[in-house]
């Protein structure tokens, strides 16, 4: 057995400490300011409730990835980044409990009611995924041969470019003086490779001019709206303490299970892909101890409040480039950790304006949907894209699903005023509804038609007209719930049974088409005899 390392801090600690800080704290950010910008959430049930729980997952799961590169025996060990995970955060905020409050309070609940509900749904939630990332742990390798690189990757781009690019880049615009400077400087910093003085990294160079730009142009009213004078930090301690919330929580999942499962699925295949990262660049971990760590980590937040999975960085070769070892995971798991139980994360959160925080979550969507690209065949890049397609639907659906936009009564009737064909505004809720398994369905279809399997693109497509059938993906219900079909009204039925038989058809047409394919190559082999 390898001989544990000691403990040393260094300066590429110290750097990587700074980039993985700023990381979580811009998911955190978003989660925060998409949950009370746009939900109008109560901002101390996020701050009181959810963000301790959230942080000690990403405390505990640090501290194991510690402990793991302590006892590699290498001296050099650089130890794999673990953080809130920015794209399925994102989601939960945007397409989970967001449109859960919204929903609970349109039952009669008060607000504080609600926000108690939804905050013991995200709880739930992360349980369940906790769960799912265990199972799949032992079955990790047997997913990535089964679900083409496109449909996974797809599907995951598709959150990036909709959500988790759109959204901020609304909120850095929303700021523009201080927003597009910030996003211009990661530009520049990140993409550009360019240096910035005294060699301070990109990332935080970013945040100390915006944040100057921000409280200097903003009492000047150079900012216009823009600015607001932040609140006095307060002292908020909160001990995540374990609580059987999430066992309420279980019964309001199941209207977003298809949204939640895929969460845990692509978190999966993100740690094995990240783990082949670090091994290449030299660190070699064993892919069922990465995996088991992130999901005990989830598994602990969830119980303790947390609402948003944790997950190994991507970025560890560049942890390791910038000279990170062990120190810089270990002090990151304490200032997270302990920022949610003394509550000064919420404090920054509150100083630091998100649009100074919002260009990184661009940054990050932007390398997640090269990656796309890059880790997939040439041939398959169409796959790719149609997968971002039921990801834009889910985006235009979050604004007018929302009632400040568009007023309940007026919605109720755009969603069942026909005109020429289904209604308009039906079909891309209903597009957008399960969009990350549709994404899947979609980008395996077509990697199978690319192949020349038209026969397994058939099979797919009838494994969504089964998902169909019972809303799993393309959920008749604006709120995405699953249900059996039988039990729907009339009017419900004949727009699941469009969809449904709309798969079947392609699938029957495709399965005859193979025969075709197969005539057509015997032919040809018969002409080469001859």
């Known amino acids: 057995m390898a001989k544990a390392n ?15 800080v700023v990381d979580n704290l811009s998911v955190l950010a978003f989660l925060s300011g998409a949950l009370i910008g746009i939900f109008h959430f109560p901002a101390e049930v996020i701050f009181g409730k959810m963000f301790p729980g959230t942080a000690l997952g990403a405390l505990i799961g640090n501290f194991v990835y510690t402990r793991m590169a302590l006892r590699s025996g290498r001296a050099d060990a650089c130890a794999m980044p673990l953080g809130i995970d920015a794209p399925t955060t994102i989601g939960m905020a945007l397409v989970v409990l967001g449109p859960a409050f919204l929903a609970f309070k349109a039952q009669g609940m008060d607000e504080m009611a609600a926000a108690d509900a939804t905050w013991k749904l995200g709880m739930a939630s992360l349980v369940v995924m906790g769960v799912l990332k265990t ?48 996003f211009g400087i990661i530009l520049y910093a990140l993409v550009a490779h360019g240096r910035v003085p005294g060699r301070i990294p990109g990332v935080l160079f970013s945040i100390i001019v915006g944040v100057v ?3 200097v142009l903003g009492p000047l009213g150079l900012l216009g709206s823009g600015f607001h004078a932040p609140a006095a930090p307060t002292l908020r301690f909160n001990l995540p303490w374990p609580n059987l919330g999430f066992v309420e929580g279980l019964k309001y999942t199941v209207p977003y299970l298809a949204l939640i ?15 082949e990262s670090a091994r290449a660049a030299g660190d070699d971990y064993k892919v069922r101890d990465i995996l088991l760590t992130e999901a005990l980590a989830t598994l602990i937040a969830g119980v303790c409040g947390g609402v948003a999975q944790t997950t190994p960085y991507i970025g560890q070769p560049a942890y390791r480039a910038m000279g990170g070892r062990t120190g810089y995971t270990l ?15 919420s404090n920054l959160i509150e100083l630091i304006p998100l649009a100074v925080l919002a260009p990184i979550l661009i940054f990050i969507a932007m390398h997640i949907t090269m990656q796309a690209f890059e880790a997939t065949p040439q041939k398959h890049f169409a796959a790719v894209v149609i997968a971002f397609f039921p990801a834009l639907a889910r ?9 400040t936009y568009v007023a309940p009564d007026n919605f109720a009737r755009l969603y069942a005023d026909a005109g020429h064909g289904l209604p308009e505004l039906a079909v891309i809720f209903i597009i957008g509804n399960g969009f990350i398994i549709t994404s899947m369905i979609w980008a395996s279809f077509v990697v199978a038609l690319i192949d020349g399997h038209s026969r397994k693109a058939a099979a797919i497509l009838l494994a969504g007209a089964a998902l169909t059938l019972f809303g799993i993906i393309h959920s008749v219900d604006a709120n995405a719930s699953v249900y059996l079909p039988w039990t729907l009204s009339v009017e419900s039925r004949a727009l699941v049974w469009q969809f449904v038989a709309a798969y079947v058809v392609l699938a029957g047409v495709l399965f005859l088409l193979s025969f075709q394919r197969q005539e057509l190559s015997t032919r040809t082999s018969a002409d080469h005899r001859g």
Do not use: E, Q
């Open 6 to 20: 000691a403990l040393r801090i260094t300066s590429g600690d110290v750097n990587g400490f700074i980039g993985l």
């Open 135 to 182: 199972v799949l742990s032992f079955f990790g390798d047997w997913v990535m041969r089964n679900v083409p690189r496109a449909g996974l990757l797809g599907s995951i781009a598709g959150i990036a470019v909709m959500l988790m690019g759109f959204f901020p880049l609304v909120d850095i615009l929303r700021v523009p003086v201080v927003g597009l400077a910030c």
């Open 213 to 215: 730009l921000y409280y």
């Open 261 to 275: 499962l895929p969460f845990g699925l692509l978190m999966v295949v993100g740690g094995i892909n990240v783990t």
């Open 331 to 345: 002090l990151t798991g304490l200032f997270v950790g302990l920022g949610g139980v003394f509550g000064y994360l």
């Open 395 to 403: 985006m235009i659906a979050i604004y007018l699903g929302n009632p």
